[in-house]
Nanobody
Framework: QVQLVESGGGSVQAGGSLRLSCAASGRTFNTYPMGWFRQAPGKEREFVAA????????DYANTVKGRFSISRDNAKNTVYLQMNSLKPEDTAVYYC???????????????????WGQGTQVTVSS
């Protein structure tokens, strides 16, 4: 069983930065690929970024590539999402995800993903 707790959300002006953190429970954290999805009001949840268990492989949605960076610290059981050059369209609830299959974390299907955090709100104003 893996439990995920996000933090770091908040409000920022366009062009600003935020760093989200996701703390995971469980002794086998480094075996789990991790990722982030987001959901804007009235829209489906969408893939944002994913990272392999070792951190060697990362993947990003085209909408955030070059602006967002995913990383992990296995010693701290934590995954991060550094978000730079934020835009109003990045406004959403951001969810941390975990699954033994990295491909599942890339979406678009969400029901295949084993573990979800409770979500943290990110609001970007123009």
């Amino acid at each position: 069983q893996v439990q995920l707790v996000e933090s770091g959300g908040g409000s920022v002006q366009a062009g600003g930065s935020l760093r989200l953190s996701c703390a995971a429970s469980g002794r086998t954290f480094n075996t789990y690929p991790m990722g982030w999805f987001r959901q804007a009001p009235g829209k489906e949840r969408e893939f944002v970024a994913a990272i392999s268990g070792s951190g060697a492989i990362t993947d990003y949605a085209n909408t955030v590539k070059g602006r967002f960076s995913i990383s992990r610290d296995n010693a701290k059981n934590t995954v991060y999402l550094q978000m730079n050059s934020l835009k109003p369209e990045d406004t959403a609830v951001y969810y941390c995800t975990a699954d033994l299959n990295l491909n599942n974390l890339r979406g678009p299907q969400t029901r295949q993903i084993a573990y979800w955090g409770q979500g943290t709100q990110v609001t970007v104003s123009s």
